[in-house]
């Protein structure tokens, strides 16, 4: 079994700041991406920012240069700071990850249960 646990969300004032972190546990062989995904109300989860397990970022369009992702591979755990936030970026915030967990075995995508962000104006 693998587990992520978010922690970070909260409720913050429009050009504040909040971290997000995620750590993955249980039966792990490798990960070989994570990343964070969003979804409002009425609206599709779409991705914020991801990482791969070679360090390569990608972020969406609306969050680059305000967000930043990292990760630290020995604690097998992901964040993402997240600066100047606005309105906009209130969302539902799940983490998600690509794990192996043996050596044979595919790899599975597993998600968090998310942490809610709220920005106000």
């Known amino acids: 079994q693998v587990q992520l646990v978010e922690s970070g969300g909260g409720l913050v004032q429009a050009g504040g700041s909040l971290r997000l972190s995620c750590a993955v546990s249980g039966s792990i062989f490798s990960i070989n991406f994570m990343g964070w995904y969003r979804q409002a109300p009425g609206e599709q989860r779409e991705l914020v920012a991801a990482?791969?397990?070679?360090?390569?970022?990608n972020y969406a369009d609306s969050v680059k240069g305000r967000f930043t992702i990292s990760g630290d591979n020995a604690k097998n755990t992901v964040y993402l700071q997240m600066n100047s936030l606005k309105p906009e970026d209130t969302a539902v915030y799940y983490c998600?990850?690509?794990?192996?967990?043996?050596?044979?075995?595919?790899?599975?995508?597993?998600w968090g249960t998310g942490t809610l962000v709220t920005v106000s104006s």
């Open positions: 990482i791969s397990s070679g360090g390569s970022t």
């Open positions: 998600a990850a690509t794990v192996r967990i043996d050596s044979v075995s595919p790899q599975a995508r597993y």
